[in-house]
């Protein structure tokens, strides 16, 4: 069993008490502001929110509760020990409005057996927080930061030293959205809106084997911590998986629309590098780097999300039917699990796509 702080995590823990000890006490109520408690839902939906807004700056209020628990991955039955942002992989993902406070109560129940903390890239202050918010089994911190910046960011663990890139593989990741309050638009000042939004957690996973090649399986985190760190070391996953497992958005768990719909896709990957790709779809707009201060880039087939970022992609879906959307390292895709599915309801259009002669045989005295 790992002890619950590091070296290197009691290091920040000071960091953090100095900067308390630094800052002066500023109260909520000296904002002023009305305040919206969220309820958050877990990926890939994402809570109710508007897209534009004529409102005023609020005080955002989210609720994190870290999970440590054991996970099943696979359709062979491979177990995790994961550690979560509630309950899910990834986290919840949390919209604001540029101009908004966020105001994250994190807890970290008793029953769990680690320290852990909160690295916010859209937040402005050193460590994105993590050193004002790193608890100890059986405490909660409330931290408030100022949306200052727009578009999708990454949110991880980051406890310290090696436990970052552990915490972070181990589950420990999500997004947050902060949009223009006028919503978005194409860089060209015409609006554009989404029908529906999903959001996308990739994850890469690193489970030890025993000797025959089979995948461990452990009672706690502490445990699976040592021979983790091996395979991690390595830098080659054994599953790289859309929110959580493999299969998880596909079958029963395919995302839905229809045609004609305007879906917005936010994809983040907190560790490794992505290509996402719509198979037989496009991204209209794709904020690849995904700030919405810059202009979409448009009409792409494939696009990049670097490790430790955030896209976005907004398509609108023109035949019905069942896309793929994967990671375009098709070996990824295929055999290591990340692959979702969209089904689409509607009417097909044959002027788009067409099958001219159904497959027959060759004829005789064809020349090939």
């Known amino acids: 069993m790992l002890p619950m702080f590091t070296r290197r995590a009691a290091l920040i823990s000071a960091a953090a008490t100095a900067l308390m000890l630094a800052a002066p006490a500023f109260a909520a109520e000296d904002l002023k502001l009305p305040r919206q408690k969220i309820e958050l839902v877990a990926p890939p939906f994402v809570h109710a929110h508007e897209q534009a807004t004529k409102q005023g700056p609020k005080i955002l209020e989210f609720t994190l509760t870290i999970q440590e628990k054991k996970v099943v991955i696979d359709e062979k039955g491979t177990t995790f020990q994961a550690m979560t942002f509630n309950g899910s992989m990834p986290g919840p993902l949390m919209v604001a409005h540029e101009g908004d406070y966020v105001e994250v ?219 793929a959307y994967v990671t375009h390292n098709l070996i990824e895709a295929a055999d290591l699990g990340a692959t979702a599915h969209f089904k689409v309801e509607g009417k097909w259009n044959d002027d788009l796509m067409t099958q001219v002669k159904a497959p027959a045989e060759i004829p005789p005295g064809t020349t090939n």
């Open 105 to 323: 109560t994190l807890v970290n129940p008793a029953s769990n057996t680690m320290a852990h903390n909160i690295d916010f890239h859209s937040a402005t202050g050193a460590l994105g927080g993590a050193a004002l918010t790193l608890i100890n089994p059986g405490e909660q911190v409330v931290l408030r930061w100022k949306a200052t910046r727009t578009g999708v960011f990454v949110y991880h663990c980051a406890p310290g030293g090696p436990m970052i890139p552990w915490h972070v593989v181990s589950g420990m990741n999500g997004a947050v959205m902060v949009l223009p309050r006028d919503g978005l638009n194409d860089g060209k000042g015409h609006a554009l809106k989404y029908d529906k939004i999903y959001y996308i957690g990739e994850q890469d996973m690193y489970v030890p084997r025993d000797e025959k090649g089979n995948f461990k399986s452990y009672d706690s985190p502490g445990e699976a911590f040592t021979d983790t760190e091996e395979v991690m070391k390595k830098l080659i996953p054994t599953h790289v998986v859309f929110n959580g497992k493999v299969g998880a958005l596909t079958g029963k768990n395919a995302l839905t629309a229809n045609v004609g719909e305007n879906v917005l896709i936010v994809h983040s990957q907190a560790n490794r590098d992505s290509r996402p790709h719509l198979i037989g779809g496009h991204g209209d707009y794709v904020w690849e780097t995904g700030k919405f201060s810059n202009p979409p880039e448009t009409g792409l087939e494939t696009w990049f999300i670097r490790g430790g970022s955030a896209g976005a992609a907004m398509y609108k879906f023109l035949q019905p039917g069942i896309y």
